[in-house]
Structure formats: C-alpha cells, structure tokens
C-alpha cells in the first residue's frame, strides 16, 4: 500500500498470562505452533509492504537483542529498550522519533496471530482520515470496547461496569479490540500523559475532538496468543 511502509510492534510486556512460559523468555520469544510470537507477527507485516519497524523491549531485552543480532529480515528494524516500562500509549509516544513523520503507520501487538486483511483496513483508515483506526471484531471478551453506529469510539465496559466519554450517534455496538491499530502520525501532537500509560487512556480523552474509529475484521481468522488457556500449542 503505496504510503504507508512503517510499523510498530509491542513487545515489552512482562507476559504475566503466560507464566510460567515467560520466567525465562520475553513474551516475544514464546513459540506458537513451533514459531516466535515476533515471527508470526514479522512475517506479516513484511509481506503487506512494510520496510521500517520498532520494536520496543523491556521484559528480558537481552534475548531479543541477541536474536535480532543472528537475522537479517531486508528491512529496517529498530530496537527501543524501555528502561522502566511504558505500557502501550507510553511505547509509542516513545518511539515518536521514528515514526512522527510517516503518515500513517501500523502498531501491532506482539501476542496476535491473525489473517486480517491489513490492505483493506489500510484502505478503510486512508479512505476515513481518523487519528487512528482500531481493527475490531464481533468476539466475546470482559471488556468490549463500545462505538455508536458509525464506529466512532465511545468507550468500554469493564468489570461488568460501563464508561463512555462521548454521546453516541445511534444504537450503541460492542466490538472486541484486535490488538492492531493504524495511526496517523497525528497522535504524536495530541499525547499529554507522560511515563507509563495504556492507549486507550489517550484515545478517550480525544474521543470529542478527534476522530477514532473502529473497522470490523468480520470472519476474518484471530487469536490472542498471550494467554494459556486458549487451546494454543506453546511448542
């Protein structure tokens, strides 16, 4: 997809929902179905076109570190260690550097395997103009996020409790979060929090003055690989 050619992948996450795997190994470095969660993750962004991508590290950063340093991917991979880490929103406003000045560009979760048809929703973010686009799907999960009827973001639910930060245009929907964004480099301006801090924190103060939207993967295969009792092969 001509324009866009940068992404980024969290990686630094201690992996708690996977203990006792990750006592010993980064998150990233897990196999599933005899493969790294990174490569699964890798693979699919260089086959969409991808040439530059940051990856941050925190939890065993060494072991990533090492790996990287014995592989060539033909592309462009930076490596950003968190000395105390970030979270999510704190991540990315820590790779500003890199990425301020791509557009748009791709953040992916280490731990989702997927087959989303990342041109399509590309296509769908470039076609909308959005601070960013969050790929979602109808799924059962404890915390859906929750959009109006044109996919506007609203808010969550949470612990059986709702909250919502703008009024909805129409019936309300409830989606399960992908773990993959596109983000227009716009977000950069618009990140008051410092330290460590969860996306999402930023995407709810923004929801009445910028434009955060959502786009369903409808069938499209989907799997969170960060946890344990999902049926996974960890092997």
């Known amino acids: 997809m001509p324009g866009l050619k940068k992404a980024m992948i969290l990686a630094a996450g201690f ?26 993750v890798l693979k699919r962004l260089i086959d969409f076109g991808i040439k530059f991508i940051v990856i941050n590290t925190h939890h065993f950063a060494e072991q990533i570190e090492d790996y990287f340093s014995k592989r060539d991917y033909g592309i462009e991979i930076k490596l950003l260690y968190e000395k105390e880490i970030l979270g999510t929103g704190g991540g990315i406003k820590n790779a500003e550097q890199y990425l ?8 992916h979760n280490v731990d989702i ?31 859906p996020l929750i959009f109006d009827e044109e996919m506007n ?12 930060y703008r009024k909805a245009v129409g019936e309300e929907v409830y989606f399960g979060f992908c ?15 410092v330290g460590f801090f ?7 103060k923004l929801v ?6 959502a786009y369903d993967v409808k069938s499209a295969y989907w799997e969170d690989t960060g946890k344990l009792d999902n049926g996974i092969h960890f092997l």
Do not use: C, Q, W
């Open 15 to 40: 992996g708690t929902r996977l203990l006792p795997l990750t006592e010993s190994v980064p998150k990233a470095l897990v196999k599933v179905n005899g493969v790294p969660m990174i490569e699964h």
């Open 100 to 107: 301020k000045d791509s557009g748009s560009f791709i953040v």
């Open 113 to 143: 395997v997927s087959d989303i048809d990342f041109d399509k929703l590309v296509e769908f973010h470039l076609a909308n103009l959005p601070v960013a686009t969050l790929a979602v799907k109808k799924r059962e999960t404890s915390r």
């Open 153 to 164: 973001l609203i808010g969550r639910m949470s612990k059986n409790k709702s909250y919502r």
């Open 179 to 193: 773990g993959i964004h596109i983000m227009s480099s716009e977000i950069f301006k618009n990140f008051k929090e």
């Open 198 to 204: 969860d996306i999402f924190t930023t995407y709810f």
């Open 208 to 213: 009445n003055s910028k434009k955060i939207i």
